[in-house]
T-cell receptor, first 115, second 115 residues
């Protein structure tokens, strides 16, 4: 089973709202990732968690706050977002975060619209 | 630093025709290369990956790619296109540094298949 699940599929929020995106995998992977994908662009890495610890933050604004409560679950907390934050947010996981041939498995994404 | 360039943002083929999607890489070390496919409103699915075990890599859905060091290329091919192959295709390379690996994506190629 190489499935990564994400909820919700779609999310509409105002600029003053607080919302969370959820990602789950049951493959025993110890690395999890958040990506942001704008329309007609490739995914851009936001955060990497390795063994439930934040390893990489790609200079993401603080209005995005990741959380990894356990090895299977990854959350992305959203607060005071801007319209330009509207995008597809993808979660991925891999067995490890290091290891040059590691394959990342992606979830279906959450399509976020900020009004 | 490692990077990939996808030549052609749009490729259009007839059903049953050869599919050729081009990817060139830049890497100072032996690269690990991936092809992902993204169907409309979905996440990314791994098609295949190159890990130096063999230069010709076979993937899912009849796709394959050949690693050519002399040409720094990793082009994706499929002998006979099907309507269901219409999607966005991303070539990616692993960027190594700081003990962690990051996937660096090309800009993507949108494949259209017409009857």
């Amino acid at each position: 089973d190489t499935e990564v699940t994400q909820t919700p599929k779609h999310l509409v929020m105002g600029m003053t709202n607080k919302k969370s995106l959820k990602c789950e995998q049951h493959m025993g992977h110890r690395a999890m990732y958040w990506y942001k994908q704008k329309a007609k662009k490739p995914p851009e890495l936001m955060f990497v968690y390795s063994y439930e610890k934040l390893s990489i933050n790609e200079s993401v604004p603080s209005r995005f706050s990741p959380e990894c409560p356990n090895s299977s679950l990854l959350n992305l907390h959203l607060h005071a977002l801007q319209p330009e934050d509207s995008a597809l947010y993808l979660c991925a996981s891999s067995q490890r975060s290091a290891g040059v041939s590691e394959t990342q498995y992606f979830g279906p994404g959450t399509r976020l619209l900020v009004l | 630093a490692q990077s990939v360039t996808q030549l052609g943002s749009h490729v259009s083929v007839s059903e049953g025709a050869l599919v050729l999607l081009r990817c060139n890489y830049s890497s100072s070390v032996p690269p690990y290369l991936f092809w992902y496919v993204q169907y409309p409103n979905q996440g990314l699915q791994l098609l295949l990956k190159y890990t130096s075990a063999a230069t010709l890599v076979k993937g899912i859905n009849g796709f394959e790619a050949e690693f050519k060091k002399s040409e720094t290329s990793f082009h994706l091919t499929k002998p006979s296109a099907h309507m269901s192959d219409a999607a966005e295709y991303f070539c990616a390379v692993t960027l190594q540094g700081g003990g962690y690996n990051k996937l660096i994506f090309g800009a993507g190629t949108r494949l259209a298949v017409h009857p």
